[in-house]
């Protein structure tokens, strides 16, 4: 019985395992008696074990103890065990093992065997594993053998080179001369390892490259020659002569007529030759054909050229095979930057691969979609993009939305189409969008004034429609709370106006606010926008109390607080109250708020008019109240950081500008005992002084003092502050808010400041108060403060 | 994104520490439509561990394929070219620079080759036979690159090294086991 016999039959038993412990207990037996052969002297059936070692090995197992077997198979004079021990050379050893190079030795010998199949073992084994020592070391017998020898063991050579120079780049100056020598043979297969070799030289070594240059024709004819000739049955693929041969060599005329002139020129007319006759109905010829577009793309080549490449991958996108309009594709996309035009003449095409069934070509088609959309074919593009997103793979959408939007916003061509966009977006797929989407839109919403109405129907209407979407209820819910009173008004130029009531807006709203799939935040925005509504509305204001009052005991906090601070608006603040909702003014996209700090061009704008903002703390007992100062500021157009909520103690993001050195003056300065105060304000009777003290220098404390001249007291006092936007404010408790007649008493407020970024400091402040039953409120900047020397 | 299983973050070093190789070609991997590995052939020097994760993640993402889809997958930094031959799926490993559909060919040439040794080959040929396999991939491809581009020179290598291979047996066989 033949020893090999039961190298199967031990295949047949591991099969024939019912369970995977079956199978563990077969292969354990097996390795055990694999073990002790191997431990015996030689008997003749070496190989045999190894290669059942090799089969349990492919199957998971370890098979380590094989290691030395193979080097001792490797060293013996039997061609069937000397196989057997290089493949499991092969593929049990690398180059990290120490075993490996045991087998140098070995190696080396039968590189100069008398049998061609034992040299070519070697060879193999080398060009699959060999370390970078064992390539130092075999080097000179490679470059012997690619010098003379056989075609058979030169084409083996050659590719045993390539290794070497890929592990050992210096090797490159060994093989040169030997590879160029080899371009003149006849035998496909060495000539293919010589393109291999060839190319891998002139990729990495530049002089080499120059050196090659000159065998361009050689290879030119060569092509020619595989293009041209008639049918050649060894070589022939599809009626492709050697197609492996002919990409080989076009790639190769690729890397020497990159940057090149002269050499592209020679390759000029081959490649329309080749470009014009390869028949591309088979993978064979589309292989060729793809490679040649691929050359003609890279190289140095006349526009003539580069259109009919071009037309080549357009052709491509037509193939019945799915891989042809795939490779397309890719390739279109590489060229879609330089060659714009022509990629566009085929967008038709392109955008019809959308529908294709495999997600590999949708994938392609969207990105190749989103390269060619221009100001010219927004619309049109972008309805197929639309389309698109109605049923693309969920893996895509979030990827097209994002290409969507930027697509809109560099080429919109009106407002009203660059909202209606990002709606149908939120509509049919807001689960994917990113988190700036709500704030980018609420952004655009404001910019686009003329459409408010229209914006704020559509969104009502989408909101009573369907609440799952949170992006698109958060804006929904930001808008009613903004325009809601267009939307009562019951009249729209834009769009078939509603006729709701106050309750039924507030119905909207409540629904969100209570519904369980509202998120934390979007609940959050129903909650500001039910609050906000209470001075746009005019029946239901009771109503929105309410709801303001029963969230304040609201297990979420962020809800909670939000309520707390507007009941306090209600009711000890709601004198402010038309103020601080006021409508807001346009958001100007570069404020650095408004990007959550992104953008860097958010610089703060200078001076006259100076634009000041900033939210102020009122820290009084426990509840913080906000106060939003933007109505202070006066008039719309004025940039400010944007919240759809209003929300406490947000210190202006740091962002850098040309700052005055205001407080390192200050901090140079000694701190007096007694700092001087300036009057600031002086009207009615009241007066208000400020004094400067510094503490570090970047943070400083502001002593405002009021005092009151007249025969009656002053009640009500209040004092707000506004500093530029890179500076923090901290108010403290006022002492009062009462000041006696006739200068018998003051109050005081200290603000605390941090100037981080060292700004020229300026500072806003209004007063209000009651005096004689009357309200008065004034405004004062103050630009320069008491302890400078300005 | 696709779904393609990540490839875990230890795997990267070892991947990336051979690139330096500007192996054209990574691995090229055997296996039957439950998985089962049948052939495994690789490039570049990579440990054993990474092997298997690499194979699995190999089988997963080409089996999760739906059948009329294109041959060519993106994983990490490498194109993946696979086709499905009967219950057996032919499975390589490229660099991003590679030719996609020449590999195609390529994959078919070595089915072609098999079959035309084997006979109308079939899984369990390569099953019982898998160190023939090698050899016969061995005369087409050495070092990641084909060797030899002509279908009768291989064939006829394949033969005469199984010629002096079955010398030899005869000369070793002994009588009985």
């Known amino acids: ?790 | 994104m696709p779904q393609v299983p990540e490839i875990s973050m230890a795997l990267l070093p070892f991947i990336n520490n051979y690139t330096h190789l500007q192996c054209k070609m990574r691995f090229l991997l055997l296996f039957s439509r439950q998985g089962k590995l049948r052939l495994q052939k690789w490039f570049t020097p990579i440990p054993e561990r990474e092997k298997k994760k690499i194979t699995r993640d190999m089988t997963t993402m080409v089996l999760a394929r739906k059948p009329r889809s294109c041959n060519f997958l993106h994983w990490k930094d490498l194109k993946i070219v696979y086709k499905r031959y009967a219950s057996l799926y032919f499975c390589c490993g490229l660099d991003a620079e590679e030719n996609e559909l020449l590999a195609l060919e390529m994959l078919h040439r070595y089915v072609e080759l098999l079959d035309k040794y084997f006979g109308n080959v079939c899984e369990l040929d390569i099953i019982f036979n898998f160190e023939k396999a090698y050899f016969i991939l061995d005369e087409f491809l050495l070092g990641g690159e084909v060797q030899e581009t002509s279908k009768l020179v291989v064939a006829r290598s394949v033969e005469a090294s199984d010629m002096l291979q079955e010398t030899m047996e005869e000369y070793m066989s002994k009588p009985a086991f």
């Open chain 1, 1 to 790: 019985m033949s020893p090999s016999v039961r190298l199967q039959e031990m295949i047949r038993v591991i099969r024939g395992a019912r369970t995977q412990g079956e199978e563990r207990g077969v292969i354990q037996r097996e390795c055990a008696a694999i073990r002790a052969q191997f431990r015996q002297a030689d008997n003749g059936t070496r190989s045999h074990n190894l290669a059942k070692l090799l089969y349990v090995h492919m199957l998971g197992y370890p098979a380590h103890f094989g290691q030395m077997e193979c080097v001792r198979l490797i060293a013996s004079p039997r061609y069937n065990e000397k196989r057997v021990g290089y493949l499991g050379a092969m593929m049990l050893l690398d180059e990290k093992q120490d075993a490996s190079l045991l087998i140098t030795n070995s190696i080396k010998n039968d590189l100069s065997h008398s049998s061609q199949y034992v040299q070519s073992l070697a060879l193999c084994t080398l060009a699959c594993m060999g370390s970078a020592e064992m390539c130092r070391d075999l080097a000179p017998e490679i470059d012997r053998l690619l010098r003379a020898s056989n075609s058979y063991i030169k084409k083996k050579a050659a590719l045993c080179a390539v290794h070497m120079v890929r592990k050992v780049p210096e090797l490159g100056e060994l093989f040169t001369p030997a590879a160029r020598s080899l371009l003149s043979e006849k035998n496909h297969g060495v000539l293919h390892g010589a393109v291999v070799l060839i190319t891998e030289l002139c990729e990495r070594n530049p002089d080499t490259l120059e050196q090659f240059r000159k065998a361009v024709p050689e290879l030119v004819l060569m092509m020619k020659g595989l293009v041209m000739s008639g049918y050649s049955p060894e070589h022939n693929v599809a009626g492709i002569s050697d197609p492996f041969l002919q990409v080989r060599i076009l790639r190769l005329l690729r890397i020497l007529g990159r940057n090149n002139d002269t050499a592209s020129d020679a390759m000029n007319d081959l490649l329309a030759q080749v470009a014009t006759n390869t028949d591309s109905s088979k993978t064979a010829g589309s292989a060729v054909l793809y490679e040649t577009v691929l050359t003609v793309m890279d190289i140095k080549s006349e526009s003539g050229l580069r259109v009919l490449a071009v037309n080549i991958l357009g052709r491509f996108l037509l193939n019945n095979d799915r891989n042809i309009r795939y490779i397309s594709m890719t390739s279109l996309q590489k060229i879609v930057q330089t060659d714009h035009n022509a990629v566009q003449r085929h967008r038709g095409t392109i955008v019809d691969c959308l529908k294709d069934q495999d997600a590999s070509v949708k994938r392609r088609a969207l990105e190749l979609s989103l390269a060619l959309v221009s100001a010219v074919n927004i619309r049109s593009l972008m309805k197929e993009l639309l389309l698109f997103l109605s049923s693309c793979p969920p893996e895509l959408r979030a990827h097209t939305t994002s290409g969507i939007f930027n697509a809109a916003e560099r080429y919109a061509p009106s407002q009203r189409w660059h909202i209606d966009t990002i709606l149908h977006v939120l509509t049919t797929a807001g689960g994917d969008v990113r988190d700036e989407t709500v704030p980018n839109l609420i952004q655009l919403i404001t910019t686009a004034t003329e459409l408010h109405c229209y914006t704020v129907h559509k969104l009502y209407r989408a909101l009573i429609t369907d609440i799952s979407v949170q992006s698109l209820v958060q804006v929904a819910c930001w808008c009613i709370g903004e325009y809601g009173d267009l939307l009562l008004r019951g009249e729209c130029e834009e769009t078939e106006p509603v006729q709701v009531t106050e309750d039924d807006v507030l119905d909207a709203l409540e629904t969100v606010l209570q519904s369980h799939m509202s998120s934390p935040a979007t609940r959050g925005f129903a909650l500001t926008a039910t609050m906000k509504l209470s001075t746009r509305i005019t029946h239901n204001v009771d109503r929105i109390r309410s709801i303001v009052s029963i969230y304040g005991s609201c297990i979420d906090v962020e809800l909670q607080q939000r309520a707390v601070e507007y009941n306090a608006l209600f009711k000890k603040y709601d004198h402010m109250r038309a103020a601080v909702l006021e409508r807001m003014p346009v958001i100007d996209k570069s404020s650095p708020g408004h990007t959550n700090g992104e953008s860097a061009g958010g610089t703060i704008k200078e001076l006259e008019p100076t634009k000041l903002t900033q939210e102020i703390v009122f820290p009084q007992e426990p509840s913080n109240q906000v106060c939003d100062l933007l109505d202070l500021l006066g008039g719309s157009g004025e940039p400010f950081q944007p919240s759809p909520s209003l929300s406490s103690t947000a210190p202006g993001p740091a962002s850098s500008t040309a700052g005055g050195d205001l407080l390192d003056l200050l901090g140079g300065l000694d701190v007096t005992p007694a700092p001087p105060s300036v009057t600031v304000y002086e009207k009615n009777g009241v007066t208000l002084k400020l004094q400067t003290d510094t503490q570090t220098d970047t943070g400083m404390t502001v002593t405002l003092t009021a005092t009151n001249s007249t025969d009656g007291d002053i009640t009500g006092l209040t004092l707000q502050a506004a500093v530029p936007k890179s500076v923090q404010l901290q108010m403290k408790a006022p002492s009062g808010d009462v000041i006696p007649a006739h200068g018998l008493g003051q109050v005081t407020q200290t603000v605390l400041l941090n100037n981080p970024n060292k700004v020229s400091l300026k500072i806003r402040v209004r007063v209000c108060y009651t005096s004689q039953s009357s309200v008065c409120q004034d405004t004062v900047q103050i630009d320069s403060f008491p302890s400078t020397a300005w």
